[in-house]
């Protein structure tokens, strides 16, 4: 008899912590949530640390928000049970998950390593560096036949 495959489907989360988080907090929050997938049959790819970061609208009253990217296999009642636990943990102001796919081998996907992107707020250049006003000023031409 020919050996079936555990077919899952894959999932991410996105999640927002308050900005003033700690790292140690972050990890006790990542251990819950790789718990969590664990017991519900499914298994965690990887967590994506991606930083501080400027929202697009005030979060809970924050302008900036610590960014998390959870990427996981499992059975379709997973996500309802790991977004139940995200909203008992007070740092976490948001969260969203998507469907990335259906039919993917259980045991086909590997376990990577978490990763830690540097912040964009880090990136940038310190206000000191940057031409005065932002960008050149801008001189209109008067069109042809015009004087002024």
């Known amino acids: ?45 990887r967590f994506t640390n991606q930083g501080k970061r400027k929202t697009a609208f005030p979060v809970a009253k924050n302008a900036k928000a610590l960014y998390m990217h959870c990427l996981y296999v499992g059975k379709p009642g997973l996500v309802t049970e790991l977004e139940r636990n995200l909203k008992m943990i007070d740092v976490v102001t948001k969260f969203q998950s998507v469907k990335l796919a259906d039919g993917v081998d259980f045991d ?13 707020e880090d990136e940038q250049k310190p206000r000191e560096e940057r031409p005065e006003g932002g960008e050149e000023p801008f001189e209109a031409e008067a069109p042809e036949g015009q004087e002024e």
């Open 108 to 120: 086909a996907r590997q376990v990577e390593a978490d990763v830690k992107v540097q912040a964009v």
């Open 1 to 45: 008899m020919a050996e079936t495959k555990q077919l899952v489907r894959e999932y991410e989360t996105i999640y927002l912590l308050k900005a003033e988080t700690p790292d140690e907090q972050v990890d006790e929050i990542k251990e819950r949530l790789r718990g969590v997938v664990s017991r519900q049959g499914g298994k965690v790819i």
